[in-house]
């Protein structure tokens, strides 16, 4: 199969995680991307680490978002490196940056200098709060625009205090938004020949993701979502939608009517409201799950038809989930083309592991 991106090369500014997270969701669908990194130390990524485990020397993270990536190592503030940059831009069928607002002016390598190199060149930039306002100067990191997007409130029970994604959602969701707005670009260019500057931000992405409340709270009277006391899933929605201990394992009980449920839980109807009562139902419910393992009642109530998935741990995923979930262990492209799915590479480069071929290849000056 040919890939859908044979053929495009991204030069990739970009460092951490939202934007090579847009280059990797490039690279998958076959593109060529050259990541730019400091001489003094590379992407920060290399050295930001989620566990003791070290992969060719740097962090486990960086390989996993930088697979398959060249490398090479540019001092953007000298004379030859920016010449060197230049050239690689002027190839270039995408730009990826991530600088804080106001840098990559300062270096020259922005948008409207960039498309002078390279007429029709698409522009991907990613921020945390977008170019101008009161919060573009702020740092843009994934825990501080959870905190600022009103996010953290939609977590946890009632009586929890705000409540973090336990994983960088704010980057991966932003990084999903720049391919999505380059792939986009490229189809644009392809009909009218013009480039475009895509640019997306942390906080645009964690509001898109929360589209679902912020358009309800908008158009009810402004009433935020109630967390539920125990095993708060949403919001919004009514009983029995939830968590549920068992007497081994956890029940996640999705949106079923309350008439068809309680019989099969061996319970007398309840007439009380599913909204406004949602407490006082699910604990009962809770109490009666809470006699057997989720796993009885998954299968119990599964096979009447309710919309019930016992919790499941990473190994427990990876035992039951199917060709899907081993395919995607390691983490790989998550779709598939023509029922294929690319094959994805181990490892990120070395620091500067394709200085020598890149330099050949671009015509770059220095050694």
Known sequence: MTAPLAGITVVDFSQFLAGPYASLRLLDLGARVIKI????????CRR??????RTKGDSSLFHAINRGKESIALDLKTPQGLEDAKRLVARADIVIQNFRPGV????GLDYDRARALRPGLIYGSVSGYGEDGPWADLPGQDLL??????LMWLSG???DGPVPVGLPVADISAGACLAQGLLAALFRQARTGEGTHVQTSLLEALMDIQFEFLGTWLRNGEQPPQRMTQGSAHGYLAAPYGVYACATGHL?????????LMPLLGLAPDARDPFRDRDAICARIADRLHHRPAADWEEELGRA???????????????????????MLPPALPLRLDGQRPHPASFGPTLNENESTLRAEFDLGGT
């Open 305 to 327: 038809g309710v919309w019930c998935a016992r919790v499941r741990t990473w190994d427990e995923l990876r035992a039951g989930g199917g060709a899907i979930a081993r395919q």
């Open 145 to 150: 625009a959870q905190a600022r997007s009103g």
């Open 252 to 260: 996640a009980l999705a949106m079923t009517p309350l008439e068809r």
């Open 37 to 44: 990194e400091n001489p003094q130390g590379g992407d920060l």
């Open 104 to 107: 990559i002016e300062r270096l």
């Open 157 to 159: 029970n009632a009586d």
């Open 48 to 53: 930001h680490y989620v566990s003791e485990v």
